[in-house]
């Protein structure tokens, strides 16, 4: 499928299957749109972004646009979609440089192929006369997640003085400016929504969301004082090491059951394309050999994360079961088995499906806890190396060794959840 992304008024080379208004909204029935309430958002609090952050946002948008209007059940396997864009930036020649890296990052992100092209006469706002430039040090990604409310805690804690970017999320909102408002005395705190809107079906896989969430990060850093008196900015993106790496759990996990939103590869080459635009920020998870039942044990605020830990959501079908999380899901187990290790609050989180060990017809069904414990099983018969397979094979993979008794130890928290609740 073919999408042509631009503002409102851009003229980019004909025979697309569907125009997105960039900025904007629809001109007509049949377009799509994405980006308005985010860049109305940054201009009304003054800030002002480096241009070629403006230019990765317009990237972004149209990779986020695409990935809900492009239906894997209609490509050849059922799953691998070829997706072309053209998209209209300020800086198309340096951007057509970067179309193959750009391209690559995307395909290990969503297993899909990716054709990008660049044209001229994208978005580039004026900067604002009186730009307001926050004075925080550093950018921390604030989903409303266990994760990134623990990643923040740590970072106010040993002395940073972060400045939280969220992606706007239905269910999700009001807890993010909550936690922003109870860590460290009040983050300050920048919320953002991409907003992207397609006609028709839309796919429910999101394997890009990651990007999108980052480039609000980079949108952030490269407003910030410490960014424009031309220091580096680290942008950190808190996730446990576990689902970072997201081992697929069986020989059938592929696809949308094992997603790299986290992965260090994903990061890596983010991280090349970022280098090479010039963009001084430094995307970090200083969790990556953490399991989540560890960053629950060492959080530096135990009273506040004992407080809010439990109103944090991990679910990946949160808004499916109307913004409850349904405790059988794989992140939903990850975060059961933290709170079983952590043993400081209770788990009173309203599940769902609150057991996941009964013998019954229902339980059956469970495919994600039943592949848990394959794993287990698995792990258990041939050992930790034989189960992994190639999932450390990359050449982006570093220290090896310590990603190796993280997933292990992550393994354990899993294997003391489905013991607590009798799984066979």
Not at 88 to 98: H, K, M
Not at 296 to 319: N, Y
Not at 350 to 369: L, Q, R, S, T
Request: proline share 5%; net charge neutral.
């Amino acid at each position: 499928m073919r999408l042509a992304c631009g503002p409102d008024g851009v003229d980019l080379p004909g025979g697309e299957d569907l125009r997105v208004v960039l900025y904007g909204q629809p001109r007509q029935e049949g377009e799509g749109s994405a980006g308005d309430a985010a860049k109305a958002e940054i201009q009304r609090r003054r800030l002002d972004p480096a241009p070629k952050a403006w230019d990765l946002l317009s990237i972004a948008l149209s990779v986020v646009t695409a990935d809900s209007a492009v239906l894997r059940d209609q490509s050849a396997d059922g799953w691998t979609r070829e997706i072309e864009l053209d998209i209209a930036v300020a800086d198309a020649p340096f951007w057509s440089g970067q179309a193959v890296a750009l391209a690559q990052a995307l395909g290990f992100l969503t297993t899909d192929r990716w054709t990008l092209r660049f044209h001229e006469c994208g978005l580039l706002p004026a900067p604002p006369r009186e730009p307001i430039r926050p004075a925080e040090d550093c950018v921390v990604l604030l989903s409303g997640g266990l994760d990134s409310l623990v990643g923040a805690i740590d970072l106010a804690a040993a002395g940073y003085k972060p400045f939280a970017v969220s992606q706007t999320v239905r269910g999700d909102a009001d807890k993010q400016v909550d936690f922003a408002a109870k860590i460290g005395g009040g983050l300050g705190h920048l919320q953002l929504n991409h907003n992207a809107n397609t006609p028709g079906i839309q796919e429910a896989s999101q394997r890009a969301r990651s990007l999108i969430f980052i480039t609000f990060g980079v949108i952030a850093a490269t407003a910030l004082k410490a960014y424009h008196d031309g220091q580096e900015v680290s942008l950190f993106v808190c996730e446990n090491g576990f689902i970072a790496i997201n081992p697929p759990l069986t020989g059938g996990r592929l696809g949308s059951l094992s997603t790299r939103t986290a992965h260090p590869e994903f990061f890596a080459r983010l991280q090349g394309v970022l280098d090479a635009a010039g963009l001084r920020v430094k995307i970090t998870n200083p969790y990556a050999t953490k399991t989540k039942g560890e960053m629950l044990k060492e959080c530096a605020d135990q009273a506040l994360l004992r407080a809010e830990a439990v109103r944090s959501t991990s679910c990946g079908r949160f808004q499916r079961f109307n913004y409850r999380q349904c405790g059988r899901c794989v992140p939903c187990q990850v975060r059961r088995a933290a709170f079983l290790a952590w043993g400081a609050a209770p788990d009173t989180t309203d599940y769902v499906y609150a057991p996941i060990g009964k013998n019954d017809a229902e339980h059956a069904g469970f495919d994600d806890v039943r592949s848990v414990a394959i794993a287990l099983a698995a792990v258990k018969a041939d050992g930790l190396e034989s189960w992994l397979g190639h999932a450390l094979a990359s050449p982006y993979i570093q220290d090896r060794a310590a990603l190796l008794g993280m997933l292990e130890r992550g393994l354990g928290e899993l294997r003391a959840l489905h013991q607590s609740h009798g799984v066979k």
